[in-house]
């Protein structure tokens, strides 16, 4: 964070050259500067300098927020912006989007209000700004962070070109319940995957250098658990123990730290009791002492003005204070920061020393940005999906889709990669040729018309060899008039009603037209709007509808089915499991959605997608992950790979499910084959004094790992361990490695995983991470049921 700073100014004067007329345009209105330490190098210099010229009331206007665009949340709370803004009341604005409208508020901040301090405008954007990509939890299906990094960089250019230089995301929270609708916007349950993807989207949004025109800073959110909420009910309260806290959840959080986030955001929930904008265990000890972050802090969406219903003080007063006290810098939609915390300091309630502080973090996020020097955005031409855009696209995509089951037909073979034999392709269902739901959850400045559908691009394949039914709406009746009384108007102003045709008709249409064909597609999910995303939690995991019943009946006509699932969470898949041969989790693929789907049913690409997430086989076992804590009585199945022992009665298991994932964590296939060598480690032993002093690899893992197939394919090669024994419970298994590895039919190549302090640590019992003597169990495969297994012992 701090070389952000330093290197901020000077590359402002390159940008200055690189960026054309219009930022030389922004530099030449900005006032005449009076005081020479405000145009100081030293970006400390300058915050210290102006910070003593402002009022208190314009200090705190630096920590208040608004959106002046479309709500993201309950309630916009105040619409005199341009008079707020004009006063030095008003320091930053969210969903206010493109050059014009940014412009507006930065011309009252820079010219009207006293002091001239940009405005900084944030935004949520997720997973692309104008060209949306796959779902975050899609590409965290990847497996590939530089997928992820290169997603995060398109995002910048875009959105920096757009008016904004501040995004809200990455969304680094770990889901373990699927219930839980925003389980779309994280990289699902596991902290090493989610640490790496964590990491990859910080440095992609920031190119390590805030002041680049190519970069934006990020608020990585949603700090901290929120993905905990107990039964997976939006805004619900999380609990758990603070080993837990840290050893899973906040992993990924201090990752994005570490990678050098430049701001952060407070989440809605509460943790042990203590609601997570008001948490000085994790917003103050953890965030600032333990992990040295120097950005700021933004709450959520009204989550400061929350707190009240959160019951932590009787007034606004109380519960803002608690709030900036705590470590929320910033207030966005609450309204209390503004009405407040000026009173309160005043009375001497709040140190201003604390007001202080909180706008020198803010400031200095400004300078870094180059907002002083740079603050208005040049008018772009009109955006359009290009096609290097779209190529980045259906490449991201194809990456993403996780081939869950391919299994052969009698008299067919393996349904997938469809072949040329294949006469007629009956194409089945609601998201066949649903452009909208393609963008998935968090696609505010997408287009539906720049999407490619899969009945778009198979047409263009298959000319009048395939046949098409929609099969079915998204929505029943009966979820139509639940949802007609939930008001909503997301970011692209749809207020969206799922039409809800004559189910039993057009099913039937749709048997009949499998019935034509030699194989049926059929392409189901849930529809994003309603059932994905913030406020969207579910208890019915399954396609929503009549989807199922679509399925089962063209199943029944007998004519193989290959079904492509568009959701953004895992489903329960348990009947399709059971009875359909092939089926692809295709998540929201984004604009490219037709031709990467293409690309991976025809087998152009060979599909390498691993799932992020377990896929239940009933809602019941959630929240279901695959890095259990073992338990006494372990029962066959669970992945603690104890002795069998289904006789007995006794077992921490269900009596009427299995307790392990239809499809686990890790799991995907490909249309070759993989062989995993035995592993081995370069040290067998190593004392535990040497890990916990060097703190780097003590030992290297390294497997063979060959195609042994006909085709080229790419092999997501995982690394779990399990300690078998600390003095506190250690999950049955933990990824600690993964790699992407291609491999040429025939081709055999060894890959190697380091292990040391940050792979073999845990959390005791007094909070520090340590590491005891015992012995690792290692295994090397193709997603957490790996079997290719070897050990390392850690010694006195
Ligand atoms: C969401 C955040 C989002 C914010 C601003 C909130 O409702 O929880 O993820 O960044 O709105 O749009």
Redesign the pocket.
């Known amino acids: 964070m701090k070389t952000l700073f330093v290197r901020a100014f000077l590359l402002s004067l390159l940008i200055l050259l690189l960026a054309g007329p219009d930022w030389a345009l922004a530099t030449a209105q900005s006032r005449p500067v009076p005081n020479p330490q405000l145009a100081s190098r030293d970006v400390d210099v300058r915050v210290e300098a102006l910070l003593k010229e402002m009022t208190l009331e314009e200090k705190v206007g630096q920590l208040v927020q608004f959106s002046a665009g479309y709500a993201?949340?309950p309630g916009a709370s105040n619409l005199r912006y341009d008079e707020l803004v004009g006063k030095g009341q008003l320091g930053s604005m969210?969903?206010v989007v493109g050059a014009e409208a940014t412009n507006h508020y930065q011309h009252i901040a820079m010219e009207k209000s006293r002091l001239h301090i940009p405005i900084i405008f944030g935004l949520?954007v997720i997973h692309g700004h104008r060209t949306t990509f796959p779902i975050p939890l899609a590409i965290a299906a990847s497996w590939d962070p530089d997928a992820a990094k290169l997603v995060a960089h398109t995002s910048a250019v875009e959105a920096r070109a757009d008016g904004v230089p501040w995004v809200?995301s990455p969304?680094v929270d770990i889901a373990r319940d699927p219930r839980w609708g925003r389980i779309v916007e994280s990289n699902g349950e596991d902290p090493y995957l989610g640490s790496a993807m964590a990491r990859a989207w910080v440095n992609g949004f920031q190119q390590g250098d805030l002041s680049r025109p190519d970069s934006v800073a990020v608020s990585v959110?949603?700090f901290a658990a929120y993905g905990a909420a107990i039964a997976g009910r939006d805004y619900n309260a999380t609990d758990m123990s603070e080993i837990t806290l840290r050893q899973v959840y906040l992993e990924p959080y201090h990752a994005a730290v570490e990678a050098g986030a430049a701001t952060m955001?407070s989440s809605?929930n509460s943790i042990n009791g203590i609601p997570a904008s008001a948490n000085p265990l994790t917003l103050t000890q953890i965030l600032r002492k333990e992990w040295g972050f120097d950005g700021f802090v933004v709450s959520?969406?009204g989550a400061v003005s929350e707190l009240l219903n959160h019951s932590i003080g009787a007034d606004g007063a109380t519960v803002a204070r608690k709030a900036l006290e705590a470590g929320v810098d910033m207030d966005?939609e609450g309204n209390l920061y503004g009405t407040t915390i000026a009173g309160q300091v005043r009375s001497g309630k709040i140190p201003e020393g604390v007001v202080d502080e909180a706008v020198r973090r803010i400031l200095r996020v400004k300078y870094a940005l180059g907002l002083f020097d740079h603050p208005y955005t040049a008018q772009g031409p009109a955006y359009e999906a290009t096609p290097e855009r779209r190529a980045l696209a259906r490449k991201v995509a194809d990456e993403t889709m996780v081939l869950l089951k391919n299994d052969p037909v009698e008299g067919v073979g393996s349904l997938l990669p469809l072949t040329s034999k294949t006469k007629k392709v009956a194409l089945i269902g609601p998201m066949a040729d649903n452009a909208a739901e393609m963008l998935g959850a968090w696609s505010g400045q997408s287009n539906p018309k720049d999407v490619i559908t899969l009945k778009a691009e198979l047409a263009r394949r298959l000319g009048d060899r395939l046949l098409y039914a929609e099969g079915c709406g998204l929505l029943s009746g009966e979820d139509a008039n639940v949802l007609k009384h939930v008001s909503f108007t997301g970011p692209t102003g749809a207020d969206e009603h799922l039409p809800v045709p004559d189910d039993a008709k057009t099913i039937a249409e749709a048997v009949a037209t499998a019935q034509n064909a030699d194989i049926a597609i059929v392409a189901l999910g849930e529809p994003t709007n309603w059932m994905e995303g913030?406020a969207s939690s579910r208890v019915h995991l399954g396609f929503t509808g009549s989807q199922e019943k679509l399925l089962e009946a063209v199943a029944a006509t007998g004519k193989p089915v290959v079904l492509v699932v568009l959701a953004g969470r895992p489903l329960v898949l348990k009947w399709a499991g059971a009875h359909v041969p092939a089926i692809l989790e295709a998540w929201s693929p984004g604009i490219e959605a037709g031709p990467a789907l293409a690309d991976v049913l025809f087998g152009d690409v060979n599909p390498s997608g691993k799932l992020p997430a377990s896929l239940p086989r009933a809602v019941g076992q959630e929240p279901l992950y695959y890095a259990q804590l073992p338990t006494g009585r372990p029962a066959h199945g669970d992945l603690s790979h104890m002795p069998r022992n289904s006789e007995e009665k006794f077992l921490s298991r269900y009596m009427d499910e299995e307790n392990s994932a239809l499809f686990p964590f890790g799991w995907g296939l490909s249309y070759t084959r993989f062989r995993y060598a035995q592993p081995t480690v370069s040290r067998a032993e190593v004392p535990v004094g040497e890990i916990l002093a060097e703190h780097k690899p003590v030992t290297m893992v390294g497997v063979d790992v060959t195609n042994t197939g006909s085709v080229a394919g790419t092999e997501v090669v995982q690394l779990y361990i399990r300690n078998t024994v600390a003095s506190v419970e250690q999950p049955v298994r933990e990824l600690k490695g993964f790699t992407r590895v291609t491999l040429a039919p025939g081709e055999t190549k060894h890959v190697e995983f380091p292990l040391g302090f940050d792979e073999l640590s845990f959390y005791n019992v007094e909070i520090r991470r340590t590491v005891e003597p015992t012995t690792y169990t290692i295994w090397v495969g193709g997603s957490s049921l790996a079997t290719a297994g070897t050990s390392f012992k850690v010694v006195e």
């Open positions: 993201t949340g969210l969903n949520d809200f969304m959110k949603h955001m809605f959520d969406w966005m913030e």
